[in-house]
C-alpha cells in the first residue's frame, strides 16, 4: 500500500498493489487500485486504475475509471467475464460468462450475456447488449440488443435488433429488426430514419424514412425512403 489512508488487502494474497487514494479493498491475488476512492477488487489478475466505487469480480479484467462501475457480481467471483473491460463513465456494468467483453463510457449501460463474448459498447446513454456475441453498440441513447451475433446499431435513439444474426441500424430512431425467435433474420440493414421495421426477413434493407416495414416472410427487399 503506497499511500492514502483507509485501505485494506484483506488475507494472505500475493502481488497485491494499491499505490494511493482512499478506502479501497482487494481480496485476490496479483489485483491493483491505482487511486481513487472505495474501488474494490475481489477477482485475481485484475486492475481499477482510479475512479470511485468500481467493483471487479472477474479475472483479467480491468476498469480505468470513473463512478460506480462494475464487471461481474459476487455470486459468480472468480467464473466469469474473464478479459473484459470499462474504461470509464458512470453506472456501467458488464454481468457475463463470456470473454473479452468491453464498455468504452457512458452511462448507465449494460452487458449482459450467459454465453459467449466479444459484445462492445463504446459510449451513449442506458443501451443493453443481451443474450448476444460479437455485437455492438456504438453511442446515442436507449438501444436494445437482444439474442443477436455479430449485429450492431452505430448510434441514435431507442432503436432494437433481436434474434437476429449480420444485422445492423445505422442511425435514427425508433427502428426495428426483428427475427420473433426464428433462425431466418439474417444480413438486414436500416441506414435510419424513425419507426422503420424489419421483420423475419432475410437479406433486406431500408435506407430511410418513416414508418416503412418488411413483413414477415420476404427476402431480399429494399426500400429507399
Same mark, same amino acid.
Given at each position: ?14 502481488n %497485491?498493489? #494499491? &499505490? /494511493? =487514494?482512499?478506502?479501497?479493498? *482487494?481480496? @485476490?491475488?496479483?489485483?491493483? +487500485?491505482? $487511486? !481513487?476512492?472505495?474501488n ?5 489478475? %485484475?486492475t #481499477? &486504475? /482510479? =475512479?470511485?466505487?468500481?467493483? *471487479?469480480? @472477474?479475472?483479467?479484467?480491468? +476498469?480505468? $475509471? !470513473? ?18 473491460? *470499462? ?5 456501467n456494468c ?22 459467449d463474448?466479444?459484445n ?6 442506458c ?17 436494445y ?15 432494437k435488433?433481436?434474434y ?6 445505422g ?15 439474417r ?23 418513416r ?13 429507399i425512403?
Open positions: 500500500i503506497g499511500g492514502g489512508g483507509g485501505s485494506t488487502i484483506q488475507g494472505n494474497f500475493g %497485491s498493489t #494499491i &499505490a /494511493g =487514494g482512499v478506502s479501497h479493498c *482487494i481480496t @485476490a491475488y496479483n489485483g491493483a +487500485i491505482g $487511486g !481513487g476512492a472505495s474494490e477488487v475481489r477477482a485475481s489478475s %485484475s #481499477i &486504475a /482510479g =475512479g470511485t466505487t468500481n467493483k *471487479i469480480y @472477474a479475472p483479467y479484467s480491468t +476498469i480505468g $475509471g !470513473g463512478n460506480d462501475n462494475s464487471i461481474g457480481f459476487p455470486a459468480t467471483n472468480g467464473n466469469s467475464q474473464t478479459y473484459s473491460v *470499462i474504461a470509464g463513465g458512470q453506472t458488464i454481468s457475463s460468462l463470456g470473454q473479452a467483453n468491453v464498455i468504452s463510457g457512458g452511462r448507465l449501460n449494460y452487458l449482459i450475456t450467459t454465453s463474448g466479444c462492445t459498447i463504446s459510449g451513449g446513454y443501451s443493453n447488449i443481451y443474450q448476444s456475441c460479437r455485437s455492438y453498440i456504438g453511442g446515442g441513447a436507449n438501444h440488443l437482444f439474442n443477436t451475433k455479430r449485429s450492431g446499431i452505430s448510434s441514435g435513439e431507442v432503436n435488433i433481436c437476429a444474426d449480420c444485422s445492423h441500424i442511425g435514427g430512431t425508433s427502428n426495428l429488426i426483428n427475427g420473433g425467435g426464428t433462425s431466418t433474420c444480413g438486414n440493414f436500416i441506414g435510419g430514419g424513425y419507426s422503420n421495421t424489419i421483420c423475419r426477413s432475410l437479406s433486406s434493407g431500408i435506407l430511410g424514412g414508418d416503412n416495414t418488411i413483413n414477415s416472410n420476404t427476402n431480399s427487399i429494399f426500400i425512403g
